[in-house]
């Protein structure tokens, strides 16, 4: 039986950043079928979320669109006053809203670099707190889980990997791995949990030159061992696994979702 037929994450209130498409969008379907009550946020494709909307409730489910840019502090504050005043309060968060905005270093303009950190950092750290605020004031609730709250930060396999003619995203990323990390330290023994998920190549929008055609997609296979390119719903899976207490004794931990791509494939013949 699959985990979402188990229903593991039933009564449980989700919130999923950039949800109304690729990844994010896969992770408010999958946790919405694993029977969470799901916010979607969308930055500004309210058709794309609320077709999302009608998807899960269509299949059974429950679900949200909430529009909020996570870099702005009174956005992210009102998109959580609008799921805890509709559903009383929040059990898992899950920040994946990211952008990548590529230039050769030489090139890359101060607005590149600020908009990639303000989004892919400080929006992690903006829907984190108010995430953790509401799972403190709330506390336990065993009926639901045995953790105070979940906390999912959407990553990269370049928070390890370093990409050249993407310095600012990989500083972003990496510096995502260390605020997960620092933040699941200071609140594990408020049973919160926070970890994150670390994707490889996985086929949505942001990457679509990586995948489009037949030579990007061949070359791209050239990284990744397990000889596929990741599917969304790779990701929405090991999300419900995360916030699920199946993983309860699980925190401050990256789940590397990447069909290999960190196993320096390159030293398979070399090396
Ligand atoms: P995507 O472009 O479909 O998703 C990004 C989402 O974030 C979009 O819905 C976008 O509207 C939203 N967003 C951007 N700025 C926002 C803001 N200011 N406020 C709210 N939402 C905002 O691409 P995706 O691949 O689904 O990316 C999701 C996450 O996965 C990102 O954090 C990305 O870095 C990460 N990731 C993706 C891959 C991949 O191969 N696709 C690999 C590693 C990591």
Known sequence: ??????????????????GSSGIGAAIAHAMAMAGAKVAINYLSDNSAAQSLVNEISAAGGEALAIQADV??????????????????????????????????????????????LAVNLTGQFLCARAAVREFLRRGVASELSCAAGKIICMSSVHDIIPWAGHVNYAASKGGLLMFMKSLAQEVAHQKIRVNGISPG?????????????????????????????????????AAVWLASDASDYITGTTLYVDGGMTLYPGFREGG
């Open 201 to 237: 190549a996985i086929r949505t929008p942001i990457n679509r030159a990586a995948w489009e055609t037949p030579e990007a997609e061949a070359e791209l296979l050239e990284l990744i061992p397990y000889k596929r390119v990741g599917d969304p719903v790779d990701i929405g899976r």
């Open 71 to 116: 870099s702005q502090e009174s956005s992210v504050e009102a998109m959580f006053q609008t799921v805890i005043e509709t559903w009383g309060s929040l059990d898992i968060m899950v920040a994946n809203a990211g952008i990548q905005q590529d230039a050769p270093f030489m090139e890359m303009t101060l607005e590149q670099w600020n908009n990639v």
């Open 1 to 18: 039986m699959s985990q979402t037929s188990l229903k593991v994450l039933q009564g449980q209130r989700a919130l999923v950043t950039g």
